[in-house]
């Protein structure tokens, strides 16, 4: 099938140097690098070997950044499928429930690449600069109580008018616990840490670094990416840090329903 002029340019500007060869990372877009994000030491009382992996250098200031690039390889893979006859029709719209960052990130990597902008789910209480913000950079937006009970993808699809698109807050057709950060995981762990701390919004990222972990300490046959010391790996802490404090300054980490439930579980 012929692609559009339109979706022939976007196809050519969406560049994946490679899947997992670290001297041709994919990430970031415009200056891609590994580790991208820098590790560094920080003080803190009554430790004296405490790393910080530091995400806000990434386009937005979070590690979302690297989810919100994983949609727009998901957007070649569409046209890559239409242009071999394999799907029809327009590209799908995407959909999620979002406190901010994952929309701002996902958003801002949208409307660079031309494609269509997202529909995002926002609580009836979500901060007022945070919203005025998305909806500047063209997200729609769809407003309801989160705290009501945890939402089906196919609620999340009808409350954002979106029957025909895609759920991205809880779909695991985009593989999402071994995909959306496996760079970074492997930032991680090439750290040899012997205890972690990894926030846990969704779960996505704890599951990431976790299966990535586990996938490196069980094989004989390592990744590209990997230069971890498995004598250490094998008995390194892994911590979940979440609240149910919805007063909490840890903001991005609390709500009142996971859309992960199993992976919480």
């Not at 089906?152 to 985009?174: C, K, Q, V």
Request: aromatic share 10%.
């Amino acid at each position: 099938m012929v692609l559009s002029k339109k979706e022939e340019q976007i196809l050519k500007s969406i560049v994946v140097a490679s899947e997992n060869d670290p001297n041709k990372p994919e990430f970031p877009p415009d200056n891609p690098k590994f580790p991208a994000t820098p590790t560094y030491k920080i003080k803190v009382l009554g430790f004296s070997n405490v790393w910080l992996k530091d995400e806000s250098y990434n386009p937005t200031g979070t590690h979302k950044d690297r989810m919100a690039w994983e949609i727009i390889v998901t957007y070649r893979d569409f046209l890559l499928a239409k242009k071999r006859g394999q799907i029809k029709g327009k590209l799908p719209v995407m959909s999620i429930i979002s406190s901010g960052s994952a929309a701002v990130a996902i958003q801002t990597q949208l409307r660079k690449y031309n494609l269509p902008n997202l529909k995002v789910l926002v609580d009836v209480n979500i901060n007022p600069n945070i919203l005025k913000f998305m909806k500047k950079i063209k997200c729609d937006i769809y407003e309801t109580n989160l705290s009501k009970k945890p939402f089906h993808w196919n609620e999340i699809l009808t409350l954002t008018h979106n029957h025909d698109g895609f759920d991205i807050t809880s779909s695991e057709a985009l593989d999402p616990t071994t995909r959306f950060y496996d760079w970074l995981s492997y930032e991680i762990i090439n750290s040899s840490p012997d205890y972690c701390f990894i926030p846990f919004g969704t779960g996505n990222l704890f599951e990431n670094v976790l299966n990535i972990n586990k996938k490196e300490v069980s094989t004989e046959i390592h990744d590209l990416r990997f230069r971890g010391k498995l004598n250490i790996l094998r008995r390194c802490n892994f911590f979940g840090a979440t609240t149910n404090n919805p007063n909490s300054k840890a903001d991005k980490l609390y709500s009142p329903h996971l859309p992960f439930v199993h992976f919480d579980e």
